[in-house]
């Protein structure tokens, strides 16, 4: 099934292209770290130097390394984008399957709850959790974003399951005695894989741009270096009005280039699942 989903995609252009930058970034993220052995954190007297042979990407005011930071928040801003978008998807997929399988008053709970969450201003909430917390790993700023991510995903996913709780096989199933979380690991997740998956490269985009949206204003992260936070020190010393391109251009560079990547891969797949949009 895997190999019959992922096959088709390779063959789409645009999807070899957004595949081909994420997949950089994240070669970047995970392995540049490792060859690239500088501390980000450590402060030196060469500070706001421009790129050079002993700082590629230059240094900031406090003379920290500028490469060894963008490498270190590429990492960090994959990790939080990829664990909020688990989050978000086990959160959909177990409130929409549930809401499909039960109906009634389950159903009638379950996506009550979903449209409170989905007409709550989330970033507003997310914004009022991390400023009561005065620390925060990048863990708890993914579990933040995640935990208001999903409800249009849930309410997708509950109305294709409901569709298919009109199938044959589906009948045979509840016939054969079969509960209700069995039904929906067996008979109803697999009808939705590749849904599934096209949500969750929509959900890293939206953990990676929530990071940088709350260390921007300060509510990010307070441990560890994030592109986001990156961009708020550019910020906080005013790195742009000063010409110190080299500080803020390459983090903004690599969440445009990352998020980007992320939409055309999402797009592609769209295309190549989807039958209205196929090519011709």
Known sequence: MFRTMIRPLFKNKKF???????????FLGIFGPMFYRVDPTEMTWDYEQPPSS?????????????????????????????????ISLVIGTIIGSFSAVKRGIVDDVLMGITNIVLTTPSILIAILIASYLKVRSVEMVAVILGLFQWPWFARAIR??????????YVYLSVMAGYSDLRLVIEDLIPTIATYAFMSFVLFINGGIMGEAGLSLIGL?????????????????????RRGLW???????LAIVAVTASLLVISTAMDEVFNPRLREE
């Open 16 to 26: 070899i292209i957004g595949f081909s930058i994420f997949l950089f970034f994240l």
């Open 220 to 240: 990010g992260p307070t441990q560890g270096i994030s592109l986001g936070i990156m961009l708020q020190w550019a910020v906080l010393m005013e790195a742009v």
């Open 54 to 86: 002993a700082h590629p990407l230059g240094t900031d005011t406090y003379g920290r390394d500028v490469l060894a930071q963008l490498l270190h928040g590429i990492r960090s801003s994959l990790y939080i984008g990829f664990l909020a978008a688990i």
């Open 159 to 168: 109305a294709q399951l409901m569709s298919v709780m009109s199938r044959e």
């Open 246 to 252: 080299w500080w803020f251009v390459p983090p903004g």
